[in-house]
């Protein structure tokens, strides 16, 4: 048996569904929260409403899809 160093990428593959599922997340909240704005601004803009101070590298898929889904992502 060779060993294998645990690292970020160990554990059971994600699925490919969460894909689609999270880009219509992130569309329908880009066209309610202003449609004007360039992709890389929502982005920012995003990032603040998150209250996210690190790396989005680390940001976990399903922390964005609850943010998402829940009352601050469907603000008005």
């Known amino acids: ?44 803009n995003l990032r603040q409403r998150l209250g996210v101070d690190f790396d989005t590298y680390y940001l976990e898929d399903d922390a964005l899809d609850a943010f998402l889904r829940g009352p601050a992502g469907r603000r008005e």
């Open 1 to 44: 048996m060779e060993y294998q160093e645990e690292g970020i990428f160990s554990g059971p593959p994600r699925p490919a569904s969460r894909i689609e599922e999270l880009l219509a997340l992130l569309a329908e909240d880009w066209k309610r929260s202003g449609s004007d704005q360039r992709f890389f601004q929502y982005v920012d």
